[in-house]
């Protein structure tokens, strides 16, 4: 089972950005599928999470980020607007059986991660 993140990149500040995972090896259609953040000398943080049919955002990307999921093709994405140079950091995409177990940061499976940098 691997998910593979793609999409980030270098953007200006209010720029967007959109992050793909994708999923294989199995069918995540029923995972919880979710987003975290890692900056430079900062804790791994919670950014956004869906289930089937309830999603979840940090506050402070709420009404900026929005998490949806593609089960044909598996994958799941983050469109990212209104970027701000605070969200500079890698991001990782998680799965997990249940969305509570992946807003909490247990997924089982995680992504190898993707370099977003916002510039001011």
């Known amino acids: 089972v691997q998910l593979q993140a793609s999409g980030g990149g270098l953007v200006q500040a209010g720029g967007s950005l959109r992050l793909s995972c994708a999923a294989s090896?199995?069918?995540?259609?029923?995972?919880?599928m979710g987003w975290f953040r890692q900056a430079p000398g900062k804790e791994r943080e919670f950014v956004a999470a869906?289930?089937?049919?309830?999603?979840y955002y940090a506050d402070s990307v709420k009404g900026r980020f929005t998490i949806s999921r593609d089960n044909a093709k598996n994958t799941v994405y983050l469109q990212m607007n209104s970027l701000k140079p605070e969200d500079t950091a890698v991001y990782y995409c998680?799965?997990?059986?249940?969305?509570?177990?992946?807003?909490?940061?247990?997924?089982?499976?995680w992504g190898q991660g993707t370099l977003v940098t916002v510039s001011s």
């Open positions: 998680s799965a997990g059986a249940t969305l509570s177990t992946v807003v909490e940061g247990r997924g089982s499976y």
């Open positions: 090896g199995r069918t995540f259609s029923s995972y919880g």
């Open positions: 869906l289930g089937t049919r309830t999603t």
